[in-house]
């Protein structure tokens, strides 16, 4: 049974950083991708940054202010961000795949605010 797990949220004033990290358990298949997904109070769930076999990718509006990476031996991913905004604040929810069937984290809460 895959699991995901996810830690590093928080409260954080606007300008701070905060650090995700997502460890996945359960894994049998080749991770086609591995990232972070978020989702503002009211909104849809959107990229924030992945990792696939072919590259990274960010949101628009996160670009040069979160950096993602990934331990391909460990299995996690983990994603810091820098120069935190009031809309930055969200659930973060660590996602995984293989090329056929993705799994989701169960979230955490990053909140930015002064």
């Known amino acids: 049974q895959v699991q995901l797990v996810e830690s590093g949220g928080g409260l954080v004033q606007p300008g701070g950083s905060l650090r995700l990290s997502c460890a996945a358990s359960?894994?049998?298949?080749?991770?086609?991708?591995m990232g972070w997904y978020r989702q503002a109070p009211g909104k849809q769930r959107d990229l924030a940054a992945i990792?696939?076999?072919?590259?990274?990718k960010y949101a628009d509006s996160v670009k040069g202010r979160f950096t993602i990476s990934r331990d391909y031996a460990k299995n996690t991913v983990t994603l810091q961000m820098n120069s935190l905004k009031p809309e930055d604040t969200a659930v973060y929810y660590c996602?995984?795949?293989?090329?056929?069937?993705?799994?989701w984290g169960q979230g955490t809460q990053v909140t930015v605010s002064s």
């Open positions: 990792i696939t076999s072919e590259g990274t």
């Open positions: 359960g894994i049998t298949f080749s991770i086609y991708t």
């Open positions: 996602y995984c795949s293989s090329a056929y069937v993705g799994y």
